[in-house]
């Protein structure tokens, strides 16, 4: 079913995502909810200078106590936005808030509450591990110095690196090294961890200890943000989900209503097919489709067993009726587009 | 998940000890964190040890090349060295501000901020957050503290080797007054501090430039390649009426302090050349830094 479902979908059912439907932000996010909200901007776009436009009126609503997973291919303006919300970058346009605080005004208050890991772990070579941890532990106003000792062992002994504290940080493994920036994430209590591709370069072993990581940093209240163009990874962890194609916030909702939806379909096995096909038309049935023993159509909220009747009635062999729900990736696929067809 | 339960469970955030109360204290350990990364460098290090190195190699020159046989040319100072070894450090001084000097702050200053951006650890740096006012300030102060720790190594290695290879004894002035070596010695930390704040001004040079680059070489290049510019500008007399708003025209005015009473006018205009680089190559550091997309 997959090839004929993709190109079933592609435009109609694109349109379905929030921030295409409804370009009012403030309907979307009324400012009241922004208060509990550990994410949340409003129109937030970005230009660079070249002209090309990187992120593109995007309004994310990250609950707090959530974990958000921020979907989307490469280069589809995840990390533009992770640097936008840490106040790197400024917007071209729109405004955004961190647990309730607003940004940029407010990032020497609210930031120290925020760890966060952007495009890759990057550390001092010359330095061991716990010496860099130092260092940011250092350029940390809020940090007190006199408790920066247990807080650093804590926090590599979190990422299970306190063996490899000493080491010089060129000596890190990749898997070693993307560790220690989680960890220097780690340094403080924080309420909001943004986490970007926290999992590029890891090892399976490595990728099931961060996800591991991830769960029980969430499991103690802190909202977790973490972007990944890997789907089977989101799934695992999220509840949250927000999806970017080429800028724009294509989806953004709870899992259960990305798998929601999906446009259901109704599939008839049959040795009459093309007799199927003149039924499921004749029903008003959307995208009908025929196969070798098979016929297939939009099911567009009419009951299946409704569909069967009449087909039964109109004595079509129904040899079996089956209403298959899209999986997770073909919907990613569906809302992002094919490997290599980037769009803008 | 249960969010509004775990948001209920959690208690405020207290607020860190000691944060709005001290944070001269919090100042100090960015510092400190800074100074420790430059002066345990090793490329820093062995840069400073050239610039005691260079002394060494002067004096030796001197020695050799027979008491009694100058002709009154070459560098300032350099005559009056085989009498009284003080005057190696200003041999010194006068021959390294002209490349060695303005070539190891241009490394550091140029360094401070490209470095970081080069690295990627200035995103890092900024989402803590730092603050970025405070990165530059600190980075800043960390580089005015190398450049006199560098003037310094220049002066302390030329007076070591001056002392071991010439005699030392009451220094006459520029002026023809003798003072005694106590005196003399004040004079040469004096002017220690004066070749270190023209190093400073320098490197607010430097700070500006490598705020606008994350490849620390290009920095660094093109502080020195500005540093030679104005040189060579200020032995064109045909630029004279520039020559006194050039960022290298007064470094060479601490002969000022050999004089008795001291030239404080030549001094002064220095001392006003550099603090005026400082602020207008400070704000542009600020202006750029404050704004900038770090996508490095």
């Known amino acids: ?344 | 998940m249960s969010t509004a339960e775990v948001i209920s469970a959690r208690p405020e955030p207290a607020p860190q000890p000691g944060h709005p109360a001290a944070p001269v204290i919090h100042w100090i350990r960015f510092l400190r964190s800074e100074l420790r990364l430059i002066f345990l460098r090793w490329r820093n290090l062995a840069l400073l040890a050239v610039l005691a190195a260079l002394p060494v190699l002067i004096g030796v020159a001197l020695k050799l090349s027979a008491p009694g046989g100058d002709n009154g040319q070459g560098p300032p100072f350099i005559s009056q060295v085989a009498g009284n070894g003080v005057f190696l450090t200003l041999a010194s001084l006068t021959v390294l501000l002209t490349l060695v000097l303005p070539l190891v702050v241009a490394v550091v200053a140029g360094d401070s901020v490209a470095g970081e951006a080069g690295h990627g650890t200035l995103r890092y740096l900024l989402a803590i957050p730092a603050g970025r006012a405070r990165l530059l300030g600190v980075k800043y102060a960390a580089v005015v503290i190398f450049c006199l720790a560098a003037c310094t190594v220049v002066t302390a290695a030329s007076l070591a080797v001056g002392a071991a290879l010439f005699p030392v004894g009451p220094v006459t002035l520029l002026s023809g007054t003798t003072i005694s070596l106590g005196a003399g010695v004040l004079r040469l930390v004096f002017v220690t501090l004066y070749v270190a704040g023209a190093m400073a001004a320098l490197a607010a040079i430097g700070l500006a430039i490598s705020t606008l680059t994350e490849h620390p070489i290009g920095a660094i290049a093109a502080i020195l390649v500005l540093a030679l510019a104005s040189e060579v500008s200020d032995s064109v007399p045909q630029f004279a009426l520039v020559h006194p708003y050039l960022p290298t025209h007064w470094w060479l005015s601490f002969d000022a302090l050999l004089r008795s009473p001291i030239a404080w006018g030549d001094l002064q205009h220095g001392l006003i050349s550099f603090g005026i680089y400082v602020i207008i190559f400070g704000a542009i550091a600020w202006a750029r830094f404050s704004t900038a997309d770090v996508t490095s």
């Open chain 1, 1 to 344: 079913m997959s090839a004929g479902y993709r190109a079933a979908g592609q435009r109609d059912e694109v349109s379905f995502g929030n921030a295409d439907d409804e370009p009012q932000p403030a309907s979307v996010s009324p400012r009241t909810e922004w208060a509990q909200s550990a994410i949340a901007t409003s129109g937030l776009s970005k230009r660079f200078r070249g002209g090309q436009l990187a992120v593109d009126g995007v309004d994310l609503a990250v609950p707090r106590g959530c974990v958000y997973g921020f979907l989307g291919p490469n280069g589809s303006g995840k990390t533009t936005t992770i640097r936008m919300l840490l106040g790197l970058v400024q917007p071209t346009s729109g405004s955004h808030q961190l647990l309730g605080v607003p940004m940029p005004a407010g990032t020497n208050a609210v930031l120290p509450r925020v760890g966060s890991l952007v495009e890759g772990p990057a550390f001092y070579s010359q330095l061991s591990g716990k010496a860099n941890l130092a260092r940011y532990d250092a350029a940390d106003r809020t940090a007190d110095a006199r408790t920066a000792g247990p807080r650093i062992s804590a926090a590599l002994d979190r990422v299970g690196l306190l063996s490899a504290a000493r080491k010089h940080y060129r000596a890190y493994s990749l898997g070693m090294k993307q560790r220690l920036a989680i960890a220097a994430g780690l340094l403080g209590p924080r309420e909001l961890l943004i986490l970007d591709e926290p999992t590029n370069g890891l090892d399976p072993q490595g990728t099931r200890e961060v996800r591991g990581l991830i769960r029980e940093i969430a499991a103690d209240g802190t909202t977790v943000f973490v972007s990944s163009h890997l789907l089977a990874e989101v799934e695992q962890i999220c509840s949250h989900v927000g999806v970017m194609r080429t800028g724009k916030l294509v989806f953004q909702g709870t899992l259960d209503e990305l798998r929601g939806r999906g446009t259901a379909r109704i599939l008839v096995r049959t040795a009459q097919p093309a007799q199927a096909a003149d039924v499921l038309s004749g029903l008003g049935l959307q995208d009908v489709r025929t196969g070798e023993h098979e016929a297939s159509a939009q099911l567009g909220g009419q009951p299946p067993e409704e569909v069967c009747a009449k087909l039964v009635h109109a004595g079509v062999p129904v040899a079996g009726l089956d209403t298959p729900r899209p999986n997770l990736e073909d919907l990613f696929v569906e809302l992002t587009g094919e490997g290599f067809d980037v769009d803008g």
